[in-house]
């Protein structure tokens, strides 16, 4: 596995500053950054959602410019001998790379919104409705499963 994709399964840290020519954005005098509490859980989700593109990124700019990777893949030649042809493979490959990534975030996040706690107030009573709200406000599904059906 390449280096690239250990760190995108999070099992390497990555070895250098993702962008080293990036400069950081200058506020204008006097003004604060905001700062804000994210949840542990949404920040990972952020994270990993983060990591896909980077990974997508990797792959445009390997085909763009084949002599800036590294690395050798498991056919034997490296990513920029396989990127200077055009091996589609590749693109399969991060294409995979990624949706696999986003099926599991996507099912960890709609896990989570169909947490909501169970109601026993009945469909159509203003309980109900008040409950739906609340979980539309908390980002929850609003319909759940073991909600009280009928009388």
Known sequence: MSDVQRTFFGQDK???APCPNAKPKKLPAGK???????????????????????HARYTVRLFAHPETAGGQSLEGETYAARAARCDQTLIH??????????DAIVAEVQA?????????????TKAKVAEMEARARRGQSIFVDQDAKHA
């Open 112 to 124: 989570a919104m169909d947490a909501a706690p169970k109601t026993a107030a009945l469909p159509g």
């Open 32 to 54: 604060q950054p905001i700062r804000r509490s994210v949840p542990v859980k949404v920040r990972d989700w952020l994270t990993r959602l983060t990591r896909i593109h980077a």
């Open 14 to 16: 990555p070895k250098a």
């Open 93 to 102: 490959d991060a294409s995979m790379l990624i949706r696999d990534e986003a």
